[in-house]
């Protein structure tokens, strides 16, 4: 589902509850709004909004560290494609068609990251393009080194290659993260409790609806923090490209 959607959906479950207690607080007869049931409510309100507090921060968390993991290894595996292509130029002349089918391949796997689709983005782990790299992977291993100089920048080559695939399989798998539906339901659930208790108590007028609404954009806001963080390639919130194009400008010299 579109995070834009779920951070709306979410929204509109706070301001409504918001406004279910607003409501409800005209119809509760007197007694129910006495000193000692506003204590009560609000120590159980309290419990409740530790528990959200405790949740929503673990959650922005993990999400930071997913896309800062992400982005840590994005730019580990630029440098280490560049090492790449310096140990086949070391190699020899006869690396140059491998070594421009790399910098062929690097400069679609840019385009498809920059075009920010996630449809376009499923071609990164499609049947095609693992049949492709392990083409590339055998053509390495086909090079018949002339001196233990080469038989060691081949075996270099083909450990550092293994290396960026297995990076790559990382990052993918790692972009396909988000809020479990069950979490999501009990977090927001949490949160709806605790609005309608504002709405419950709270006087109504046009400022206290205005502050109740900044509070549920704000709430439906961290969630779509979480949501984009937890997806590092596409959204609103992705990984910065320009380690991968600073090593495409070096591949091939």
């Known amino acids: 589902m579109n995070h834009l959607l779920v951070a709306f959906i979410v929204f509109l479950c706070l301001f409504g509850s918001a406004l279910l207690g607003a409501y409800v ?50 730019v580990s595996t630029a440098a280490k494609v560049v090492e790449f292509d310096r140990l086949l130029s070391r190699y020899g002349t006869q690396t140059d068609p491998i070594r421009q089918q790399v910098k062929q391949r690097y400069t679609e796997v840019v385009a498809l990251l920059a075009s920010r689709n996630a449809t376009l983005l499923e071609q990164l782990d499609s049947p095609q393009t693992i049949r492709s790299s392990e083409a590339l992977q055998r053509e390495i291993e086909a090079l018949a080194p002339a001196n233990d100089g080469q038989r060691a920048l081949k075996a270099q080559a083909l450990a550092l290659i293994d290396e960026v ?88 010299q």
């Open 165 to 252: 695939f297995a990076t790559r399989w990382l990052v993918l798998l790692q972009a396909h993260a988000s809020i479990p539906l069950t979490m999501l339901v009990i977090l927001v659930a949490w949160l709806s409790i605790i609005f309608g208790s504002f709405g419950l108590f709270a006087p109504r007028n046009g400022t206290v609806l205005a502050v109740l609404m900044m509070c549920a954009f704000s709430a439906s806001a961290s969630i779509l923090l979480v949501e984009e963080l937890n997806r590092p390639l596409d959204g609103l919130i992705s990984l910065s490209l320009s380690p991968m194009r600073e090593s495409l400008t070096r591949l091939g």
């Open 25 to 74: 607080r005209a119809r509760l007869p007197s007694h129910h709004l006495s000193e000692d049931s506003i204590s009560v409510v609000k120590l159980a309100t309290g419990l409740i909004a530790t528990m959200s507090a405790l949740v929503l921060g673990l959650l922005v968390s993990s999400a930071k560290g997913t896309f800062d993991t992400a982005n840590n290894e994005l």
